[in-house]
């Protein structure tokens, strides 16, 4: 069964998406987001990894959601990531996308959609392994276009990282490895998934280097 994360947690991950820097600058979380994120990992289950079991990506449904609208699940992250952002009604034409895994401005054009990519930060055959295999199918669609765990990135690194957990591979841009490890733990912990022993141990080091935001001193 499902484990919901509090709204404060939930409220906290939205405050390091506004915050995100949009040039090279250093990733900063606030406090509140990085102890939240603490205690979501301490409180996973841990296991070791059991034999691999089959996936096949049909299991989160056929595709990408689409809405009474028209419009689909990738084309709302790709509306909310890039910005510059050009529509024919609600599909995303062109915009730019600053890759929060490498760093590097990307040119996203529809007529080029391998070149951004959107990413599941904990990968669907990941999940699969760590319990979404005894999920209900609508569950799993549900896991598959939920934004929590939706990222617009470059389309090269998106194929690097493949079903990777944090064990195995993070962005090579350094900065945002903290943010990245939040964001897996919030959707880990949302979902009720588990990690490894490797991947929590991979995860804590993540947090231990992450930048807070500094708080203003107080007046007077």
């Given amino acids: 069964m499902r484990r919901w994360v509090p709204v404060l947690v939930l409220l906290a991950i939205a405050a390091v998406l506004l915050l995100w820097p949009r040039s090279g600058a250093t990733y900063a979380v606030p406090a509140a987001e990085l102890d939240a994120a603490r205690?979501?990992?301490?409180?996973l289950p841990v296991v070791d990894r059991g034999p691999y079991e089959e996936y096949d990506r049909s299991e989160f449904g056929d595709g990408w959601a689409e809405g009474a609208d028209g419009c689909t699940t990738r084309?709302?992250?790709?509306?909310?990531?890039?910005?510059?952002?050009?529509?024919?009604?609600?599909?995303?034409m062109s915009g730019t996308l600053l890759d929060p895994y490498g760093g590097d401005p990307v040119q996203f054009d529809r007529s080029r959609p391998a070149e951004v990519q959107i990413d599941h930060v904990v990968a669907l055959a990941?999940?699969?392994?760590?319990?979404?295999?005894?999920?209900?199918?609508?569950?799993r669609v549900e896991f598959a276009n939920d934004p929590l765990n939706l990222l617009a990135v470059d389309g090269d690194l998106n194929q690097e990282k493949g079903s990777g957990n944090a064990a195995t591979w993070?962005?090579?841009?350094?900065?945002?490895?903290?943010?990245?490890?939040?964001?897996?733990?919030?959707?880990?912990?949302?979902?009720?998934?588990?990690?490894?022993?490797?991947?929590?141990?991979?995860?804590?080091?993540?947090?231990?280097?992450?930048?807070?935001?500094a708080e203003s001193a107080p007046d007077g």
């Avoid at 084309?75 to 995303?92: A, F, I, K, Q, S």
């Avoid at 990941?126 to 569950?139: L, V």
């Fill in 75 to 92: 084309d709302e992250v790709l509306r909310r990531d890039l910005t510059g952002v050009t529509l024919d009604g609600c599909r995303v």
């Fill in 126 to 139: 990941d999940a699969w392994r760590s319990g979404a295999s005894s999920w209900s199918d609508a569950q």
């Fill in 39 to 43: 205690s979501g990992l301490a409180a």
């Fill in 170 to 213: 993070l962005p090579p841009d350094e900065s945002y490895r903290c943010p990245y490890a939040i964001r897996q733990i919030a959707v880990k912990q949302r979902y009720g998934l588990w990690v490894t022993h490797a991947e929590r141990d991979a995860l804590a080091r993540q947090l231990r280097g992450c930048v807070v935001i």
